[in-house]
């Protein structure tokens, strides 16, 4: 299938989860699995649009593998969540050195200060590299506990003017159920955001899909993993789940 040599959008916001960074069932970092979410990347911003990413840290560690129910657990939940946010530093690194191999120049921009690594996230800051031809890698999540990437990805999405928030994962779309475990889920085509609450569909979490509803602010949902697929979803082709305030549930076939 050929790709559009032209971005419908101009300026998009990408969430990539941490475990799009190694093998699954695997943890750590494998630069392949880097290369290849970097190589859509620049492809993207080579068709002229302004890409913002934020990623996850879970392929490292997640801050809830060190929360225990025993009140007398030695790591402190809050700690926990900055420990998963470091990840998400780490994840970052990578991704911006595997994006300027590419050819396009890139900015780590970190919610916890860390001046030797990363320069801090301001969000005039942001949009000016944005507006200066620069990929923007966010991290740390917001720099605050008990918030998820997907919560942190839609604030930024809103904070840069984005016009979109593209959500890469390892599967079609959304589905009205776990399609590894049920057969019969259907594939999602066109969500409303009420639709996605009202069905509890956990693509995304509750908060990050009603920051978006309420600033009307669109959600596509597709699968990296398919070669090409951020640039087709940068290009406007219907791929994945597109949510919306105007949409109507559309399963495909």
Not at 72 to 81: D, F, G, Q, R, T
Not at 169 to 184: A, F, I, L, M, Q
């Amino acid at each position: 299938m050929e790709i559009s040599a032209d971005a419908k959008f101009k300026r998009i916001l990408l969430k990539l989860s941490g475990e799009s960074f190694t093998h699954p069932g695997e943890r750590g970092i494998s630069m392949d699995q880097v290369l290849k979410a970097a190589q859509q990347i620049a492809q993207a911003h080579k068709m002229g649009c302004q890409v913002g990413v934020v990623i996850g840290g879970g392929n490292i560690l997640r801050g809830s593998q060190f929360i225990s129910a025993n009140s007398s657990a030695i790591v402190n939940p809050a700690s926990a969540h900055y420990m998963g946010m470091l990840a998400t530093v780490i994840n970052g690194l990578a991704l911006a050195d595997a994006i300027e191999s590419m050819g396009c120049t890139a900015r780590l921009m970190s919610a916890i200060r860390m001046d030797g690594i990363c320069e801090p996230y301001i969000r005039r800051r942001a949009k000016r590299h944005l507006e200066k031809d620069r990929v923007i890698i966010m991290a740390a999540g917001t720099g605050r506990p008990y918030v998820t990437t997907d919560t942190a990805a839609a604030s930024y999405a809103l904070e840069i003017e984005a016009e979109v928030l593209m959500k890469a994962t390892k599967v079609d779309g959304v589905y009205s159920d776990d399609p590894n475990k049920n057969p019969h889920a259907v594939l999602y085509t066109e969500l409303d955001y009420s639709s996605v609450l009202e069905q509890n569909l956990r693509f995304m979490d509750s908060t990050a899909i009603s920051h978006c509803m309420e600033h009307s602010l669109p959600v596509m949902v597709f699968n990296y993993q398919k070669e090409g697929n951020i640039q087709r979803a940068v290009a406007g082709e219907k791929i994945g789940t597109w949510i919306g305030s105007r949409a109507t549930a559309k399963t495909v076939g």
